[in-house]
C-alpha cells in the first residue's frame, strides 16, 4: 500500500522557547513549569498580578537566576547556565522597571554602557591605536545620536549633557537606547511606563512601535500593567499568577477570562 507522502514544508522554529521553566526560592514556587514560546519579530504581552513571576522569568532568561529546572532555547541554542554577559552577546537585551541610569554620566556614557562588550578595552589599543580609538569613538557618538533622533530628535542634540537633567521620558528612552546599541535580537521591556504620565506612556509607545517597524526582525516581550498598553502594542499575551501560565491568546480574549478575572480582581468581585 503506498503511503501518503510527507509535507517537505519546513515549520519555523521560535525566537525564544521555554519548557516547564521553574524557580523556587526555598520554598515559593516563583515559575511552575512554565512553557512559552516567541516567534521572531513578534511582540508579546507578559501580565499578572504583582508576585505573579513575570520579573522572575525576565530574571532567569538573561542569567541573573538559574533555574530550578526546564530548559530555554534561544536561536535554537539551550542558554540555560549562560552568563549575563553571554546572554547579550547572544542577542538578549533588556530594560529594568526601576531606572538603572547612572544619572551624573552624560546620556552618551549611559548608552555606551549597554555596547561595552563589543569595545576594545585593552591598553594597547587605548594607548597606542589612537587612531582607531577615536574611530571607534566617533563611531559610537553616531551609533548614540542615530538611536537617540529616532526616539526623539531634541534629545539626539542632548548627548553630552548629564542624564539627571533629563524628564522621565527621555529617561526612560535612554535606557531603551542602552538596551538596543548593541542590535539585540530580542528586547525585554520590564514595565517601561512605570512613573510616566499617561500622555508620556502613550508618546513612548509610538516610539517603540516606530523602532520596531524600522527592525521588522526586533522581537519584543513587555511586562506592563497599564492594559491600554498591552491591548496596543501586542499580538499575543500570557498571563501568570503565582508562576502558572493561566492564560494566552490576544488581549480581547484573556481580558475576558474568567481566571484572568479572578486573578486580578479576586473570587468575590468576579462572582459579584
Same mark, same amino acid.
Given at each position: ?53 513575570? /520579573?522572575? &522569568?525576565? *530574571? #532567569?532568561?538573561? =542569567? ?6 526546564? !530548559? %530555554?532555547? $534561544? ?30 554620566? /552624560?546620556? &552618551?556614557? *549611559? #548608552?555606551?554602557? =549597554? ?6 578595552? !585593552? %591598553?594597547? $589599543? ?46 526612560? !528612552? %535612554? ?98
Amino acid at each position: 500500500m503506498t503511503q501518503p507522502r510527507q509535507s517537505t514544508a519546513s515549520v519555523v522554529a521560535p525566537l525564544l522557547a521555554c519548557h516547564g521553566l521553574t524557580m523556587r526560592f526555598g520554598g515559593l514556587l516563583a515559575l511552575d513549569a512554565l512553557d512559552l514560546s516567541v516567534a521572531s519579530g513578534e511582540i508579546l504581552g507578559l501580565i499578572g498580578p504583582n508576585g505573579s513571576g513575570k /520579573t522572575t &522569568f525576565f *530574571n #532567569v532568561l538573561t =542569567g541573573l537566576y538559574r533555574p530550578s529546572a526546564g !530548559r %530555554v532555547e $534561544f536561536g535554537g541554542r539551550d542558554i540555560i547556565g549562560a552568563s549575563p554577559q553571554q546572554v547579550c552577546r547572544a542577542g538578549i537585551a533588556r530594560t529594568f522597571q526601576r531606572s538603572r541610569l547612572c544619572l551624573p554620566l /552624560t546620556v &552618551f556614557d *549611559n #548608552v555606551m554602557i =549597554g555596547n561595552h562588550l563589543r569595545l576594545d578595552h !585593552r %591598553v594597547s $589599543f587605548n594607548v597606542l591605536r589612537r587612531g582607531a580609538l577615536r574611530r571607534q569613538y566617533d563611531e559610537c557618538v553616531e551609533a548614540a545620536r542615530s538611536l537617540a533622533a529616532t526616539f526623539n530628535p531634541r534629545l539626539s542634540s542632548r548627548l553630552f549633557e548629564a542624564a539627571a537633567a533629563l524628564d522621565m521620558i527621555d529617561r526612560r !528612552r %535612554v535606557e531603551i537606547c542602552r538596551a538596543l546599541v548593541n542590535a539585540p535580537r530580542l528586547l525585554l521591556l520590564d514595565e517601561p511606563s512605570a512613573g510616566m504620565t499617561r500622555g508620556e506612556t502613550r508618546e513612548l509607545m509610538d516610539d517603540i512601535l516606530q523602532i520596531r517597524a524600522a527592525r521588522g526582525e526586533l522581537t519584543i516581550v513587555i511586562i506592563e500593567h497599564e492594559m491600554n498598553v498591552i491591548e496596543r502594542m501586542t499580538e499575543r499575551c500570557v498571563v501568570l499568577n503565582y508562576g502558572e501560565k493561566i492564560a494566552e491568546g490576544p488581549f480581547r480574549v484573556v481580558a475576558s477570562d474568567p481566571a484572568v478575572q479572578e486573578a486580578y480582581l479576586g473570587q468575590a468581585v468576579a462572582e459579584a
